[in-house]
């Protein structure tokens, strides 16, 4: 009950009294503004593109004291007056807020509500609690005095900033002394990810926080690894569930995806993973010659084969578009033959050789009904040919017919 | 009684036979350019005919236009052949007639008491484009659905009844099935049946005034000095020209088979480079040259204006032209003709510098 009125009364005082304050003057953001102390001078400074700022909040929402009294009485304790939170009260000063629903509700009618119970499952939190206050807390990664909302590519936490964020402090020298690896950074702006979000800008690359969780950030356990890559790679993650490699990898206490894919740094797959040879992502495992070597050296020589046969389908559909042929039916046949060189590697997952194989029959045929539609192309082609030059001579002689007969009717 | 006689007893044919064998061609310098009437004749005949069998196969709605011309030209037996120079051919067709209506300008054959021949030569000129126009789209392509978008874009500039017109191509305010379907009945109905009307007068008013000669070949008062029968010997001669026109039909549909495309996605980004068939071109030109304010009217408003007037003037030229081709009025139509010739070539070619659309 006293909490509900302590909000009603504090909702209140920031709606009422922001526009106000706003349209009055800031005593806070007045003086600060005009002292020399970096220190004290740059929260007033940036806080005037904050997006609280810009939403009608104060200084007094997170500090207290009285905005409207001009002297240095305004900080004065008996006004409401706290100073700067520590580091370990920030978490909880601004959840006062963003983890009130109804509050949230004033500013957005589908908020996003911080979960204290999530933040909690963070392993910044956890440490945070065991007094360990080198770790993250909200002003690390959403910055303060300046704070910009996640959609705001200025933002240290607007999607491609992500990473660059985790890294500030999980580099070498500031995680000097916790026990955990600091080369994520390095390996993810190297790995397919990394490169489509950082220099692609393709934003629907994850980052970090899509494998790790933001608030409740922590490494994925052994065993929800498959879980956190097919929350994008689902029919990968499905097909991989239902397979004898999972219930193996169980068996030796090996993560799914992982083992196969590595994790900061995962590559874009190709076809040379698909060996038991020196230098193939099977060999980790499985030796030269073993039944799983075969059984995998079929599958590559499979879609090898279709792969080679999607080529030579494509470059004959080209050859006939380029003499101005209608290929439409070749194209689509070939989109199912490409489409199937998708699928079997979506497949392989399955580790199973006759679902694979399947796949495989399929793209054969659309591939070969390609293939057909281009020869016939060509061949029309050919006959068009051959027929306008008949065409052409038939037409030649009855133009020397009708010169004759004009000839001799003017004879 | 024989079948002829029997069937010159009932349909009159003697008459007929009278027609042809007074009917004569003047033979002078300028004679070449009475065949460009024939062979526009030719050309729109190859259109009926090859038109007649396109619609055997199509289908007009946005759901099966596209898959009924591509199955017309990948599973018909010469189904690519038709379509081919069914477009060719509509190409062709306007080239001869532009050839036809403006040797007819330049040898002054609009002088009385051939004005009104002027007149339906005229709005036939435009009928043609129109076919055209409402033909482009029918494929439903990419490429078709985005310059006909253009098109008709255009035309809603037009001053007053802009808007209404353009609605009234579209049927709404977009390009859609219903466009394609309202097109079509433009296509097969519509056009065709004041094409025949027209057509019907402008054939019989060139057999009642019979050909004009040119003025500067015209002798007042004497007869001409040297004239051909038109059956057999002018017939044979455009037979000639219209076999040449076959032969060349047949050559470009099957070096250059007329492109289907992708099909039209109205939500698919406007391919690059549109352009409107090459008889648009001048006026495509024209309005992208126009800066887009003018003393502070709106640029392409101005040009389509301009076009009307300028289009309104071709068409009054009999009435403006001195009545006997001759003194210095004369001289001043013939270098509009010049000039207008000129404009032509010239902004089509700055149209098309980029390639083919």
């Known amino acids: ?411 | 009684m024989s079948l002829n006689d029997w069937l010159r007893e009932r349909l009159g044919l003697e008459a007929l036979d009278h027609v042809i064998e007074k009917k004569r061609v003047p033979v002078h310098r300028h004679t070449f350019w009475y065949y460009w009437g024939g062979m526009t004749l030719f050309l729109f005949g190859v259109q009926v005919a090859t038109g007649i069998l396109l619609v055997l196969y199509y289908r007009p709605s946005a759901d099966e236009a596209y898959e009924s011309v591509r199955f017309l030209m990948t599973q018909v037996s010469f189904g690519w052949l038709i379509r081919s120079i069914h477009s060719w051919s509509a190409n062709l067709l306007v080239g001869a007639a532009m050839i036809h209506m403006f040797s007819a300008f330049m040898l002054k054959a609009y002088r009385r008491p051939r004005e009104v021949t002027w007149l339906t030569g005229m709005a036939l000129f435009v009928l043609c484009l129109a076919f055209g126009f409402s033909g482009y789209l029918l494929p439903w392509n990419q490429l078709a659905f985005f310059a006909t978008k253009v098109g008709t874009d255009i035309m809603g500039s037009v001053p007053l009844v802009g808007p209404f017109l353009a609605r009234l191509l579209r049927g709404g305010d977009q390009i859609t099935g219903g466009t394609l379907t309202r097109f079509f009945g433009f296509h097969v109905a519509i056009l065709p049946l004041c094409m025949t009307a027209l057509l019907g007068i402008h054939l019989f008013l060139v057999q009642w005034h019979g050909m004009s000669v040119p003025p500067g070949v015209e002798q007042p008062g004497a007869a001409l000095k040297k004239e051909m029968k038109f059956v057999p010997d002018f017939l044979l001669r455009d037979l000639v020209g219209w076999l040449a026109a076959l032969g060349a039909l047949a050559l470009l549909a099957a070096l250059f088979p007329w492109e289907l495309g992708q099909k039209a996605d109205p939500y698919a980004f406007a391919p690059a480079g549109i352009k409107p068939e090459w008889y648009f071109g001048y006026m495509f030109q024209t309005l992208r040259m126009i800066p887009a304010r003018v003393l502070g009217i709106e640029g392409e408003k101005l040009g389509i204006v301009g076009f009307g007037l300028a289009g309104l003037v071709w068409a009054l030229a009999p009435f403006l032209d001195a009545s006997d081709g001759r003194g210095a009025r004369a001289r001043f139509w013939s270098v509009v003709g010049a000039l207008a010739i000129v404009y032509v070539i010239v902004f089509t070619l700055l149209a098309y510098r980029g390639g083919r659309s």
């Open chain 1, 1 to 411: 009950m006293r909490a509900t009125l302590r909000f009603t009364l504090l909702a209140g005082l920031l709606l009422l009294g922001a526009p106000a304050a706003r349209a009055a003057k800031d005593s806070c953001v007045d003086c600060h503004r005009g002292l020399d102390a970096p220190r004290l001078k740059a929260p007033a400074v940036g806080f005037a593109h904050d997006i609280h700022a810009e939403r009608g909040l104060t200084c007094a929402a997170c500090h207290g004291g009285d905005p409207a009294d001009p002297e240095p009485s305004a900080m004065d304790p008996d006004k409401g007056f706290k100073g700067a939170p520590g580091r370990a009260e920030i978490a909880g000063l601004c959840a006062s807020c963003h983890a009130n629903v109804a509050f949230m509700k004033l500013y957005n009618p589908r908020p996003y509500v911080f979960s204290v119970a999530e933040w909690q499952t963070s392993v910044h939190a956890k440490l945070a609690a065991q007094g360990d206050l080198k770790v993250a807390t909200c002003t690390d990664c959403h910055g303060v005095h300046g704070i910009r909302p996640p959609t705001d590519p200025a933002a240290p936490v607007f999607k491609t900033n992500v990473p660059r964020t985790c890294a500030k402090c999980h580099n070498a020298d500031y995680m000097k002394d916790h026990a955990i690896r600091t080369d994520q950074f390095a390996l993810y702006a190297k790995s397919a990810h990394g490169v489509a979000l950082l220099e692609e800008g393709d934003a629907s690359a994850p980052a970090c926080n899509d494998c790790h969780g933001n608030h409740g950030a922590a490494p994925p356990g052994l065993k929800d690894v498959a879980m956190v890559c097919g929350t994008c790679h689902g029919r990968e993650a499905e097909l991989f569930e239902g397979s004898r490699m999972k219930a193996g990898l169980d068996a030796l206490g090996k993560p799914g995806c992982v083992t196969c894919h590595g994790n900061h740094g995962v590559q874009h797959p190709t076809d040379a993973m698909l060996s038991a040879a020196p230098g193939g992502t099977c060999a980790g495992c499985h030796q030269p010659g073993s039944a799983a070597a075969q059984g995998t050296d079929a599958i590559v020589s499979g879609f090898q084969g279709l792969q080679n046969s999607v080529t030579h389908a494509d470059s004959l559909l080209q050859v006939a578009e380029v003499r101005g042929m209608e290929t439409g039916p070749g194209r689509e046949g070939l989109k199912v033959a490409q489409d199937a060189l998708v699928g079997v590697r979506a497949g392989l997952h399955s580790f199973d050789p006759k679902q694979i194989g399947a796949v495989l029959a399929e793209g054969a045929a659309s591939s070969r009904k390609a293939t057909d539609c281009g020869r016939e192309a060509l061949r029309d082609w050919r006959n068009r040919r051959l027929g306008m030059v008949l065409s052409l001579v038939v037409i030649l002689i009855l133009i020397g017919l009708v010169v004759a007969k004009i000839r001799q009717i003017e004879k």
